[in-house]
């Protein structure tokens, strides 16, 4: 009860501080001088139509490593946590009910197509809404799919962990070789920047949005395995 | 050069790299693993060399070929360099040391290392505020998986803790963030700090979020109950990467957002950091357990830097050096420690015994543990004095005090485990560490060293590594292997030789002071000849307090003067530590030396006014509302040492449980060390009032009831040398009244009771030293009658009691002499009461001393035993013919000082021409005196001679005894309890009153620690309440002040 | 229409907060945290918003010449993009966590794992 | 014999071990010798009457005699006048007055006592009970004559005598010391194992060393 | 002041003169004493009997070399005391040794035969010996307290530590004497006097009832002649400092005879009067009676 009446009187502060700034809040009637930068310089100098992208993918380039980052960190420490004293555990495997008929083979029918549209999210994620982590997401759904449909199925790690690395290499490397052949780390324009609103334009950003959705559904799909694998018991 | 960027590349692309590797190829994993750090390392270190060496500016790095502030940027400096090196040498030492475990756990471990260490150097050489919340949340992340590396049961919950107050930060810094980019429009540091965020309408809440989260990634007290749960559980090669890098790394972004913050947010940063630096050293005063007691000291650290930090504006450009020397310290001193833990199966502090009989290890442990007590030579002490030096210029003295405090108990609870170490019981096991754990131990140690050079020659003063005694006293370490003989000759040999060298320089104070302390030294180490083998760890430790004496007496500025200061109480704590039974008294008096320095440290402060180069002479000038004050807190400082009453507790112990040789060192000479300090002191500073107080009036209090005290508990010990111990207390406040009187003879008689007390102190020491050896007890009651075996030394203990009870003619005599001429011009007679009251005194702890152990009844156990060691005896009886020398001439050491002691008292100088001394009182004549004495001595003796030639030697047993027979020795024996009507009469005024000050205090202390640190129970969930707390209340705070 | 958005954002947070400090079950913990981190991307979100305004997507419909005054701020849409990511990686983290204490001690009292402490 | 005189063994501080005789180790063992006057006659006469005129008396009353003794310091008495007073230890004493009977267990006192007076030193035999054991003739513990057990001075008679008889006593005893005639010590020291031999008959538990001294 | 030869003979002169007036004033006193009990008393010539008998005496033994050079410290201690101090004022000669030292000297030459004493009386290993000590010692750290504070308070008032120019400073008239001009320090000193004079109620040292009888339980044959030599010149060497600090010195033999003798007498009259006392009493009785009396002394020089 003390706990409660503590944390409310706690959250009451923390709300006057929200309450601050809410109150504090005006919205801006114009552009600040960033995003104008983003919105007038976007298309000349990136060529890609999606500013958001161009935000997250070059001007922003770092966060975005970080980010995939974060999630192959937490893959990596996610397998590492439930791998710690797992096969002990291994032979006493519990029986499941087998999956209906409807999700059977409503699986095997979506799952190809799931997979298109995540492919087609990242790769036009200069153009459309929509981008490597969203692409890699709806990848991941599909595993995700897979799984519901057989519990018991096992990935292979090594092919998970493979694409993974690789995405994450490539991104780095795009990144180096922005170092040498452009203005700098993470810069796009080591290939030609095209014609805006064309699927091979914004330099390499589709190439780098294309390995962000490949490893972000790599390393979901490889969260969702480990996971999944704790089922064992 | 590299380009920065490399850095973060050569991190990530590796730790992606690691992914395609097959899971077997652990070998070529961790040889990837090692080189991606040890390049990152190159680099950083590259690129430090460049800005330190090469004096190259600061670099900007772009990313997305785009200007900041649109696209994120980087900057590289000297300071990040600096912090990128330290980063990334941490988490190659750590990955070195963790080989076994990241070769068990596989690539994804080792991934997870490099990213964390990669986000180190995100943190550090990011310009963009959201950018610095990813590498944070990296960070987090991968702190969540690097806990995992520990084998500790409760890894788990701690990091799960850690992870619930994550997300309560990270939502803070996020909604802080967005609305500082609403109202800055830019997420670049230096664009928010060019806009000045705090001014904008929203923006001080805004950055107040921001603040606060990031601040909190520092664990300030008392919102860091989960980091402490981390440095239990979590591996100690991680803690040390948590706490010497992250912490690093983390109070450089608070450093960045200070810069947007602006000089408002200073004080707060201040008053965070210096709760946390107290309040965390006070919780880890009752730890039991090592990595979370390190882990308090870890948060007290940073508080401290990030108090540093706060005081930016009266710091200016040193701020750089002292947070550096503070920081560097700590995380080299703390990652140090904490791979040691590693070594140690034990989680108890008690445990850590098993590092006895490890000199590398324990040349280690000592090494940190002076870094982080900011001992000189590292550069916490060049940075410490630079900051008091400030703090005390801009008269900030809340803040000074509260942090000398808080050093105080760190020092505190660092000390009692390092006794625990060398004095706790008997280790079970003997460890034998890794070669390689062993090796990045031993390097940490190094690096301490390295940057104790390094911040030497960076401060404005003297490099004390290029310093010659103390280069001399280090040598030592290297010579341990040696056996005990040849190195006591060479340490003979450099104290006479160090004298030599100074002699033409010396006034004649000094010289007196040199002559006692260096070639008084020398003397006491004859007697160590005696020992035997190789005596590991002696040597270093009494050179290293010779090496601080003999810088002392010729210190210039007060900067060298506490640096020699520093370094002959740390000499002096390792010596007396060797005792049998010493620990807790060689704790008590590390504190109270400590304590002591901390307030010259600040008296000098207070007296240089933010001067960092202050000669001593210059103590003449203060000006006149700070004199005083300046005045009081020296002369405390200065009566620690010589033991004044109520800072006395620590004497008995210390020196009555330390070595036969060292007995006499930390005695004989150590004590003088604070009469030189109060002799400068009196010296330059002279009278002074406060509140119309003449303290030098109080110090004649102090001195007198001092001797009081002293001698009045030295009567009731039975142990011999807590005896002379208490009496050293006596004999003390005896030289501290004599200064104190302020007049020529007083500072007359004191010299003498230095010169007086370095030789019968010494010898009564080395003596009972002697002889406990031979009887294997300390307990007077249980000798007895020892005359007969051994008969020099009873000649030395007879000789050193004549003098010392100033019954002539021997030398205590002169001393007496002079006294009461000196009184005869003292302004306040008062104190006198009890200075003659404590003269007799003495005479019944001398006699209790010479007559319990060498006269009465023999015992049979003791029947057997022969006289001292020749090693022992020879200074003795060198002593002895001191004794009758300066009995006979006491002119030949006193003309001088007389002389030179009228620069500052012309009038009641003495007169020494022919046989008498003269002064304006009286006279007297030494040597007439020794020849009456010895005529009619001699010629009584050779009359009872003849009357009494026929006289039959009986033997101990045969004396009258009510017609019966005594029934053994040792109830005929009448020693225990020697002055039992004394205890009687006078008892009351032996109450351990100062002991139970003290005694209380430290239990209040530990007691509030106890019952505060409850405050920390456990639950994730309370201390998420805590944090919110803590944020709410600063909010609070912030809004309503 | 920004304040609704930035007020329920708020509100969604301090619900999170005191579901997670109240509720001493795991999983209820890190479930609340997924809505309290919902309401900080809901605020992210609702900063960048600007009046009558459209996405930043160039294409016909919005040539890049007009973009400066016709699309809403981008930036924190590119924020919350890595928040909502971070935030999946922690929530998957607390998840695996979860499960790992449950399997050492059978319980899921976050009150149970109190060992360390003082 | 008692415990503490028994040889016992004991472990020095370093260890090592070793036996004590406490009757060998803690006493002298030489007995006393015959003293040799003074090598002149006149020197010896004035030491004589120096002797005489300061008449030391050990402050030890054996027996019952002993009330006897406490009126010669009364100021009806006072035998301070005639240079006589009382010390408390035998060191300084040199007249000892057995008070009366002398039961065994006093006697060990007795010899103690008078062993560790110096020569020269007179016993008085004071009362009936010193001669022949008075009204205890019959009695199993006391001794019946004292001069087999102690070279004796001077009796004086009587049960009890008065202190006239005692002050009359320290008269004739003054007289026979300025005779030179009061070699009691040398006597004892000359005939030694004679004395002992009586003294051990009578006493059983003989748990002393021979030589008190 | 210089040594000159012919000051030996003269010293030994005054040692002479105060061996044989001391032996005859220890009898008297002891007379004096025994006559308010109603006594005769010993004889007058008593003590020399004595101390011939002693010094006659055949036979001694010793415990050992301490022991032997107890007494001798202790007689040299009172002869060195006599002889560092002026006895008669105005002669050079009868200045004895005094040139060696001032006050202070005779001060702290009073410990030199006590401390030798009491480390004789030590090694005879005898427990009473040892309990003597102590409580002498004991007893003497008070009440030396407040004759130091007088001493210090005579020096004070004269500006001079030297004994001759205090007695010189005394004389001229009878109000002249310290006694008058500052009857604190005397009365303090005075009291502090009984303490030292091993008469009761203070003579817990020798305590023949308690510990008989102190330090020379084994002393006998001629130590105890040397002690007992000390016996009378001990005292007589005290007196000398009181009279010559308090009560204007004596400028020829009679005086001297006479006021060392008053002086004496004042120890004899509390003797006589009171029992004595335990321990802890007297350390009290001296710092609750004469340590005020002694402050009072410095605090208004």
């Known amino acids: 009860m003390i706990k409660r009446f503590t944390v409310l009187l706690l959250l009451a502060g923390v709300g006057t501080l929200f309450a601050g700034l809410l109150l504090g809040y005006s919205p801006d009637g114009e552009l600040n001088a960033t995003a104008r930068y983003y919105a007038d310089h976007t298309a000349p100098d990136i060529g890609a139509a999606n500013i958001v992208t161009a935000i997250i993918v070059t001007y922003r380039g770092l966060d975005t490593l970080g980010e995939v980052t974060v999630l192959f960190l937490t893959a990596a420490i996610v397998g590492l946590v439930l791998a710690r004293g797992r096969r002990r555990t ?9 999956s209906g008929e409807l999700l059977t083979t409503g699986s095997r029918l979506l799952v190809p197509l799931i997979l298109l549209l995540g492919v087609y999210v990242f790769v036009n994620g200069h153009l459309t809404p929509g981008g490597g982590f969203q692409g890699g997401a709806i990848l991941a759904s599909a595993i995700l799919l897979m799984l519901l449909t ?9 092919l998970i962990s493979a694409l993974e690395s690789t995405s994450g290499l490539v991104f780095v490397g795009i990144g180096l070789l922005g170092v040498f052949f452009a203005g700098g780390f993470l810069d796009n324009r080591i290939l030609p920047i095209g014609n805006l609103g064309s699927l091979f334009s914004a330099g390499v950003i589709p190439v780098i949005y294309s390995f962000i959705g490949l490893k972000v559904g790599a390393e979901f799909s490889s969260m969702l395995v480990s996971l999944s694998e704790t089922e064992d018991s | 050069m590299v380009s920065p960027i490399f850095i973060i590349a050569a991190g990530l692309g590796t730790a992606f790299l690691l992914g395609l590797l097959r899971d077997e190829w652990r070998a070529a994993a961790y040889g990837l693993t090692l080189a991606a750090l040890a390049g990152t390392a190159a680099i950083a270190g590259g690129w430090l060399w460049a ?40 988490g190659l030492l750590s990955a070195v040391y963790l080989k076994d475990t990241l070769s068990h756990l596989g690539r994804r471990a080792m991934a997870v290392l490099l990213i964390i260490v990669m986000a180190m150097g995100g943190i550090i050489l990011t310009r963009d505020l959201f950018n610095l919340f990813v590498f944070f949340e990296l960070i987090v992340i991968s702190t969540g998986g690097l806990i995992l590396l520990s084998a500790e049961r409760h890894a788990l919950g701690a990091g799960f803790k850690y992870l619930i107050v994550s997300q309560l930060i990270t939502i803070l810094l996020l909604i802080g963030i967005i609305f500082a980019y609403h109202a800055a429009g830019t997420l670049n540091i230096d664009g928010m700090a060019a806009a000045s965020l705090v001014m904008l309408k929203g923006g001080s809440l805004a950055f107040f979020l921001i603040f606060i989260a990031v601040v909190a990634e520092l664990k300030p007290v008392p919102a860091n109950g989960w980091a402490l749960d981390i440095y239990e559980a979590a591996h100690p090669a991680f803690s040390a990467i948590f706490s010497a890098a992250v912490a690093s790394a983390s109070l450089f972004a608070v450093d960045k957002l200070l810069l947007i913050g602006g000089p408002a947010w200073l004080p707060v940063a201040t008053a965070i950091g210096i709760i946390s630096f107290v309040a965390s050293n006070l919780l880890a005063l009752p730890q039991t357990n090592d990595r979370r007691m390190l882990g308090y000291s870890s948060v007290g ?29 700590h995380a080299v001193a703390k990652a140090g420690l904490f791979w040691l833990s590693g070594l140690v199966a034990g989680r108890n502090l008690q445990d850590w015994s098993a590092l006895r009989g490890q000199p590398l290890l324990i040349f280690a442990f000592v090494t940190f543990l002076a870094m982080l007590s900011g001992l000189p030579p590292f550069p916490g002490f060049y940075a410490k004095w630079e900051l008091i030096h400030l703090l005390a210029g801009h008269g900030r003295l809340v803040l000074l005090a509260l942090i000398l405090f808080g050093a105080l108990l760190e020092a505190g609870y660092l000390f009692r485990w390092f006794g625990y170490i060398i004095k706790g019981e008997q280790p079970t096991e003997v460890i034998v560490p890794a070669r390689h754990k062993l090796s990045v131990a031993m390097i940490a140690a190094l690096a301490g060293w390295a940057l104790g050079y390094l911040w030497g020659g960076l401060s404005a003063h003297n490099n004390l590594l290029q310093t010659l005694p103390l280069l001399f006293a280090l040598g030592f370490l290297l010579l341990e292997w040696l056996p005990a003989w040849i190195k006591n000759s060479l340490a003979i040999a450099g104290l006479v030789a160090w004298f030599i060298l100074g002699y033409p320089g010396y006034d004649p104070l000094q010289l007196i002071f040199a002559t006692i302390m260096l070639l008084g030294g020398a003397l006491i180490l004859m007697a160590s000849y005696h020992a035997q083998g190789r005596r590991v760890g002696f040597y270093p430790s009494a050179m290293l307090m010779y090496a601080g004496l003999a810088m002392l007496i010729v210190a210039k500025d007060s900067f060298n003067f506490f640096a020699a200061w520093e370094l002959l109480t740390v000499g002096s704590y390792f010596l007396i530590l060797r005792g049998k039974h010493s620990e807790p008294h060689a704790l008590s008096y590390i504190v109270f030396s400590l304590g002591g320095a901390f307030l010259i440290l600040a008296g000098f402060a207070l007296a240089a006014q933010g001067n960092s180069q202050f000669s001593i002479e210059a103590l003449r000038q203060v000006a006149q509302p700070l004199a005083p004050w300046v005045f009081v807190l020296l002369a405390i400082g200065f009566m620690t040492k010589t033991a004044a009453i109520g800072l006395h507790i620590w004497l008995p112990g210390a020196h009555a449980e330390a070595e036969t040789d060292v007995s006499p060192m930390v005695s004989g000479i150590l004590l003088k060390a604070g009469l030189f300090g109060l002799f400068m002191l009196l010296m330059h500073m002279g009278k002074q009032q406060l509140y119309g107080v003449e303290l030098t009036h109080v110090l004649m209090w102090i001195g007198a009831l001092s001797a009081l005290i002293g001698n009045l508990l030295a009567i009731f010990q039975e142990d011999a040398k807590r005896l002379l111990a208490y009496s050293s207390i006596g004999q003390m406040g005896y030289a501290l009244f004599g200064l104190a009187m302020m007049n020529h003879l007083g500072w007359l008689m004191a010299l003498m009771f230095v010169i007086n007390h370095y030789i019968y102190k010494s010898m009564l020491f080395l003596s009972v030293g002697g002889i406990a050896k031979r009887t294997g007890t300390r307990l007077m009651y249980k000798m007895g009658g020892l005359i007969t075996l051994m008969p020099l030394s009873f000649i030395a203990v007879l000789i050193g009691i004549i003098a010392m009870s100033g019954v002539p003619p021997l030398s205590g005599f002169g001393g007496r002499w002079i006294f009461y001429n000196a009184i005869m011009t003292a302004e306040y007679r008062l104190p006198m009461i009890l200075i003659f009251l404590s003269g007799p005194i003495a005479f019944l702890y001398l006699f209790r001393l010479i007559h319990t152990i060498f006269l009465g009844q023999l015992k049979d156990e003791h029947r057997k035993i022969k006289e001292a060691p020749f090693w022992i005896l020879l200074p003795q009886f060198i002593y002895v013919v001191c004794l009758m020398v300066f009995a006979l001439v006491p002119g030949l050491a006193l003309r001088r000082v007389d002389a030179y002691i009228s620069q500052f008292f012309p009038q009641g100088a003495l007169n020494w021409e022919g046989l008498t001394i003269t002064s304006d009182y009286g006279y007297w004549s030494p040597v007439s005196i020794m020849v009456v004495v010895g005529v009619i001595f001699m010629t009584l003796f050779a009359w009872l001679l003849f009357v009494n030639r026929k006289a039959q030697k009986v033997k101990q047993f045969n004396i009258v005894f009510a017609g019966e027979r005594p029934f053994r020795p040792e109830t005929t024996h009448f020693a225990w309890n020697f002055f039992a009507p004394y205890r009687k009469a006078l008892g009351f005024l032996t109450q351990p009153l100062v002991t139970g000050f003290w005694e209380t205090l430290t239990d209040l202390l530990h007691t509030a620690a106890d019952v505060a640190r409850r405050f920390y129970t456990g639950n994730a969930q309370i201390y998420a309440i805590h944090f919110l707390a803590f944020v709410v209340v600063l909010f609070l705070l912030s809004r309503g002040v | 229409m920004a304040h609704i958005a930035l007020a329920t954002g708020f509100i969604l947070i301090l619900i999170g907060l005191y579901g997670a400090l109240t509720n001493r079950n795991i999983l209820r913990m890190i479930v609340s945290f997924t809505v309290a981190d919902t309401g900080v991307n809901l605020v992210i979100v609702a900063v960048g918003y600007l009046r009558g305004r459209t996405a930043p997507i160039l294409d016909a419909t919005l040539p890049a010449a007009e973009a400066a005054a016709r699309i809403i701020d981008p930036v924190p849409q590119a924020l919350v993009l890595t928040a909502i990511v971070i935030g999946v990686g922690i929530t998957a ?15 899921l009292d976050i009150a149970d794992y109190r060992e360390l402490k003082w | 014999m008692k415990a503490e005189l028994e040889k016992r063994i004991v472990k020095g501080p370093d260890g090592i071990e070793f036996e004590v005789d406490p009757l060998q180790d803690y006493y002298c063992q030489e007995a006393p010798t015959v003293m040799p006057a003074a090598y002149s006659k006149i020197v010896e006469g004035f030491f004589n009457w120096a002797r005489a005129e300061s008449l030391w008396i050990l402050g030890f009353g054996t ?27 035998p060191r300084q004493a040199n007249l000892f007055i057995i008070s009366g009977y002398l039961s065994v267990k006093t006697l060990k006192r007795a010899i103690r006592s008078y062993e560790q007076m110096q020569n020269p030193k007179y016993v008085i035999g004071l009362g009936s009970c010193t001669i022949n054991g008075g009204m205890y003739w019959d009695s199993y513990n006391t001794l019946k004559r004292l001069d087999y057990y102690l070279p004796v001075d001077l009796y004086i008679a009587g049960c009890m005598p008065r202190p006239e008889a005692l002050l009359q006593g320290f008269e004739d005893l003054k007289e026979i010391i300025r005779a030179g005639k009061g070699e009691g010590a040398n006597q004892y020291a000359q005939y030694f194992d004679w004395y002992k031999m009586n003294q051990k008959q009578v006493i059983h538990d003989w748990d002393m060393p021979d030589y008190n001294w | 002041m210089h040594f000159e030869w012919m000051m030996i003979p003269y010293s030994l002169l005054t040692l002479f003169i105060v061996v044989n007036y001391g032996l005859l004033l220890t009898a008297l006193m002891q007379k004096i004493g025994a006559r308010v009990g109603r006594r005769y008393g010993i004889p007058i010539w008593q003590n020399y009997i004595d101390l011939v008998k002693n010094y006659g005496l055949r036979s001694s033994i010793t415990h050992g070399v301490m022991f032997y050079l107890g007494p001798v410290f202790r007689l040299s ?20 040794l005094s040139f060696a030292g001032d006050l202070i000297l005779a001060l702290y030459f009073v410990f030199f035969g006590a401390l030798g004493m009491a480390l004789g009386a030590g090694e005879s290993g005898h427990p009473h010996a040892a309990i003597g000590v102590s409580r002498g010692l004991s007893q003497m750290t008070a009440a030396e307290l407040p004759f130091a504070l007088a001493v210090f308070a005579v020096a004070l008032q004269y500006q001079t530590l030297s004994i001759t120019e205090i007695v010189a ?50 002393y006998h044959s001629s130590y105890l002649a040397l002690m007992q030599t000390n016996r009378v010149i001990f005292p007589i060497a005290k007196i000398v400092i009181y009279m010559n600090l308090f009560f204007g010195g004596a400028a020829s033999w009679p005086v001297f005879f006479l006021k060392v003798f008053l002086i004496y007498l004042f120890s004899l009259f509390v003797g006589v009067a009171f029992p004595r006392f335990r321990v802890e009493q007297s350390i009290r009785w001296f710092l609750v009676w004469a340590l005020p009396l002694g402050i009072v002394a410095i605090v208004l020089v």
């Open chain 2, 301 to 329: 650290q940073v508080g401290l830097i990030l108090t540093v930090l706060g005081q930016r504006d009266i710091l200016g450009d040193s701020t750089l050096f002292i947070a550096g020397g503070i920081l560097f310290s």
């Open chain 2, 51 to 90: 800005f330190a060496i090469d004096g190259a500016a600061p670099v900007e790095i772009l990313t997305a070929g785009t200007p900041a502030p649109f696209a994120i940027n980087l900057r590289l400096g000297l300071p990040e360099a600096a912090l990128l090196l330290l980063a990334n040498l941490t």
């Open chain 5, 169 to 218: 400073a005394q004389q001229g008239a009878v109000l002249h004497w310290t006694l008058f001009t500052n009857p604190f320090a005397v009365a303090a000193a005075m009291l502090s006097f009984l303490g030292s004079m091993m008469r009761p109620p203070f003579d817990l040292v020798l305590a023949p009832q308690e510990i008989p009888i102190g330090p020379p339980t084994e």
């Open chain 3, 93 to 107: 983290l607390m998840l695996a966590y979860a499960y790992k204490l449950h399997e050492t001690k059978g319980s």
């Open chain 5, 77 to 96: 201690g009172g002869v060195g005391l006599l002889l560092f101090v002026p006895t008669i004022y105005g002669s050079v000669m009868f200045s004895n």
């Open chain 4, 63 to 89: 027996g019952c005699g002993a009330i006897e003794m406490r009126p010669l310091m009364t100021p009806r008495f006072d035998a301070y006048r005639y240079g006589v007073q009382w010390r408390p230890t």
């Open chain 1, 90 to 98: 291994r032979t006493e495997q519990r029986e499941l009910p087998p």
């Open chain 1, 150 to 158: 057989d519990p018991l199925r096992r990935f292979s790690h090594r």
